[in-house]
């Protein structure tokens, strides 16, 4: 993994939320940190309301993560634009994020409970 990245188990339960609905929660959620950025906390899919959830065209490309692919939440005062991502297939040694996804929480609310 690179120097600079850490993935852990997210301690306690996590909820995401947009316009006041809630997307998904999970006590199985993964902490990311990246040097000096705040941690970002990916969810599992299936513990995310993937019917919120559409893919947009929409990439990033990440030098230690690979690809991400973006997703636009329908949210009940409409939709949020490449609000989410995931690593489809992310970069060895970063394998533990495949099959989850990451909000913006500038966007949406991600939130301890």
């Given at each position: 993994?690179?120097?600079?990245?850490?993935?852990?188990?997210?301690?306690?339960?996590?909820?995401?939320?947009?316009?006041?609905?809630?997307?998904?929660?999970?006590?199985?959620?993964?902490?990311?940190?990246e040097?000096?950025?705040?941690?970002?906390?990916?969810?599992?899919?299936?513990?995310?309301?993937?019917?919120?959830?559409?893919?947009?065209?929409?990439?990033?490309?990440?030098?230690?993560?690979?690809?991400?692919?973006?997703?636009?939440?329908?949210?009940?005062?409409?939709?949020?634009?490449?609000?989410?991502?995931?690593?489809?297939?992310?970069?060895?040694?970063l394998?533990?994020?495949?099959?989850?996804?990451?909000?913006?929480?500038?966007?949406?609310?991600?939130?301890?409970?």
């Amino acid at each position: 993994m690179a120097d600079h990245i850490t993935i852990r188990k997210a301690s306690g339960r996590w909820v995401v939320r947009a316009g006041g609905a809630v997307l998904g929660e999970s006590s199985n959620a993964l902490e990311l940190a990246e040097g000096p950025y705040p941690p970002v906390i990916y969810f599992p899919r299936e513990d995310i309301g993937m019917s919120f959830l559409d893919q947009t065209p929409s990439t990033t490309r990440c030098s230690h993560k690979g690809t991400a692919t973006y997703f636009t939440v329908a949210g009940l005062d409409g939709d949020i634009v490449d609000a989410a991502w995931s690593y489809e297939e992310p970069l060895d040694p970063l394998s533990a994020i495949a099959g989850h996804i990451a909000f913006h929480s500038d966007q949406v609310a991600v939130e301890k409970f």
